[in-house]
């Protein structure tokens, strides 16, 4: 029994390993993607600004703006 169990964990280990290797690539390609951008003239800070309303839900997003734009009427920044 134990030796069934000591391979299940080897091979969940293993699979996490994999994904944590595949992450790592994935994370190398979105950096390189906004690598590309900068080097055509885009912002990559506001472009990582974009993607992460986008992944928002309308309504969500609609709040966080609404509520910035209260922070800064409040602090005079129009």
Known sequence: ???????RL????ERVERL??????????IRD????SKAV???PKIMRQVVRLRKMKPDDR???ETILET????LGMG
């Open 20 to 29: 944590e290797e595949e992450k790592k690539g994935i994370a190398d390609d």
């Open 62 to 64: 609609s709040e966080q």
């Open 10 to 13: 080897r091979l969940l280990i």
């Open 41 to 43: 003239g885009y912002d």
């Open 71 to 74: 922070y800064k009427a409040a």
């Open 1 to 7: 029994m134990a030796e069934a169990t000591d391979d």
């Open 33 to 36: 993607v906004y690598a590309e």
